[in-house]
């Protein structure tokens, strides 16, 4: 399948929100001064609410709490809710995402792989965990008791959806080396085809979001992870489903209008790196209120990766209990992190 692309107007306001992207994109490398456990609970946080707002668009009741409370005993493997179930397993591919992403290219077979990551603790999906749908799995529209009355959008036949999807991961693959799109528009074409297709009997929605997230992270932008985009779709999900549903019932059409899904998606997008600056903004003004010595010791621990009281006497020429008292409130508010007891006793960023 080779994508018709011409039908892609790349308007001043792409350009502008792809450029803004790119911007951010670019001096994410120059946050490094936050610490590593900031940065981790930024991480955190953002991961909970992609779960949670990734699987409550499709139907989930499971709250933010909840879910981090789920995540924490995640060990147990044994979930009694649908709800748990699709939580626990949306956590699992996303962290395989989150520390794989440069090993894990778009293949049908990773592609496979993480829909059964995702499946991985519904009981009632076991049967088609990782294969292509078997029956027609058509958008449907459903009143308050829960009956079909309606069939909102018609997706790809299970005969044609092995063909389509080979045709779309090869088309991808093809674009990102050739450059013949910017990354970001590839990544937008690959999703809402892939949405189109909806290749498995269920879990579309999701797979679709952890692999938007593959996508972007192997394209370079590093910050994804520390700033849900999920959490974005939930809070626009009208806007979410009335562009891709524009885009959708055109793309087998001469000329596919694709117009109304690139820009929400970009705007998606950008509303997500918005949430992400405000977040380092609060960060970087609670950096600031710090004393000079605090930041002096953060700086030095930054140079030195890990430093003693000793080498801390040395090197800022302040006393032992000023020291003292600077350190422990570091390691209260997560600046620093203390490493053994007694005079082996170290500090670190992480």
Same mark, same amino acid.
């Given at each position: 399948? !080779?994508?018709?692309?011409?039908?892609?107007?790349?308007?001043?306001?792409?350009?502008?929100?792809?450029?803004?992207?790119?911007?951010?994109?670019?001096?994410?490398?120059?946050?490094?001064?936050?610490?590593?456990?900031?940065? !981790?609970?930024?991480?955190?946080?953002?991961?909970?609410?992609?779960?949670?707002?990734?699987?409550?668009?499709?139907?989930?009741?499971?709250?933010?709490?909840?879910?981090?409370?789920?995540?924490?005993?995640?060990?147990?493997?044994?979930?009694?809710?649908?709800?748990?179930?699709?939580?626990?397993?949306?956590?699992?591919?996303?962290?395989?995402?989150?520390?794989?992403?440069?090993?894990?290219?778009?293949?049908?077979?990773?592609?496979?792989?993480?829909?059964?990551?995702?499946?991985?603790?519904?009981?009632?999906?076991?049967?088609?965990?990782?294969?292509?749908?078997?029956?027609?799995?058509?958008?449907?529209?459903?009143?308050?008791?829960?009956?079909?009355?309606?069939?909102?959008?018609?997706?790809?036949?299970?005969?044609?959806?092995?063909?389509?999807?080979?045709?779309?991961?090869?088309?991808?693959?093809?674009?990102?080396?050739?450059?013949?799109?910017?990354?970001?528009?590839?990544?937008?074409?690959?999703?809402?085809?892939?949405?189109?297709?909806?290749?498995?009997?269920?879990?579309?929605?999701?797979?679709?979001?952890?692999?938007?997230?593959?996508?972007?992270?192997?394209?370079?932008?590093?910050?994804?992870?520390?700033?849900?985009?999920?959490?974005?779709?939930?809070?626009?999900?009208?806007?979410?489903?009335?562009?891709?549903?524009?885009?959708?019932?055109?793309?087998?059409?001469?000329?596919?209008?694709?117009?109304?899904?690139?820009?929400?998606?970009?705007?998606?997008?950008?509303?997500?790196?918005?949430?992400?600056?405000?977040?380092?903004?609060?960060?970087?003004?609670?950096?600031? !209120?710090?004393?000079?010595?605090?930041?002096?010791?953060?700086?030095?621990?930054?140079?030195?990766?890990?430093?003693?009281?000793?080498?801390?006497?040395?090197?800022?020429?302040?006393?032992?209990?000023?020291?003292?008292?600077?350190?422990?409130?570091?390691?209260?508010?997560?600046?620093?992190?203390?490493?053994?007891?007694?005079?082996?006793?170290?500090?670190?960023?992480?």
């Amino acid at each position: 399948m !080779s994508l018709n692309t011409a039908t892609l107007t790349i308007t001043p306001e792409i350009l502008a929100l792809i450029a803004e992207l790119d911007e951010f994109k670019g001096a994410w490398r120059a946050l490094g001064t936050l610490a590593p456990e900031r940065l !981790s609970a930024l991480r955190r946080v953002a991961t909970i609410e992609s779960i949670g707002s990734s699987t409550r668009i499709e139907g989930s009741r499971l709250t933010d709490s909840e879910v981090a409370d789920l995540l924490g005993r995640l060990e147990i493997k044994k979930f009694d809710t649908r709800d748990e179930q699709e939580v626990a397993g949306y956590a699992e591919a996303m962290e395989t995402i989150f520390a794989h992403a440069d090993a894990i290219e778009l293949t049908e077979n990773h592609i496979r792989q993480l829909h059964c990551d995702l499946l991985r603790y519904s009981a009632k999906d076991e049967r088609h965990r990782g294969e292509y749908k078997t029956t027609h799995n058509h958008v449907s529209a459903f009143d308050a008791e829960g009956r079909e009355i309606g069939v909102v959008f018609e997706t790809a036949t299970p005969f044609e959806t092995p063909r389509r999807m080979a045709e779309l991961v090869s088309w991808t693959r093809d674009a990102l080396e050739e450059n013949a799109l910017h990354p970001i528009l590839i990544a937008a074409l690959f999703t809402v085809v892939f949405l189109e297709i909806h290749p498995f009997q269920d879990g579309n929605g999701r797979l679709s979001r952890v692999l938007t997230t593959l996508l972007l992270l192997r394209s370079g932008y590093a910050y994804v992870p520390f700033s849900s985009l999920e959490s974005v779709i939930e809070q626009s999900k009208e806007g979410y489903y009335l562009a891709l549903r524009a885009t959708q019932t055109t793309i087998r059409k001469d000329a596919p209008d694709w117009q109304p899904w690139v820009v929400y998606f970009l705007r998606a997008l950008q509303k997500q790196k918005q949430r992400l600056e405000a977040k380092i903004q609060r960060e970087r003004i609670l950096i600031e !209120s710090l004393p000079d010595l605090s930041v002096q010791i953060l700086e030095l621990a930054k140079a030195h990766g890990h430093l003693s009281i000793g080498q801390l006497l040395h090197l800022t020429g302040a006393n032992r209990n000023t020291i003292k008292k600077h350190l422990r409130m570091l390691v209260k508010d997560h600046h620093l992190v203390q490493h053994g007891k007694g005079k082996g006793t170290w500090y670190g960023r992480g």
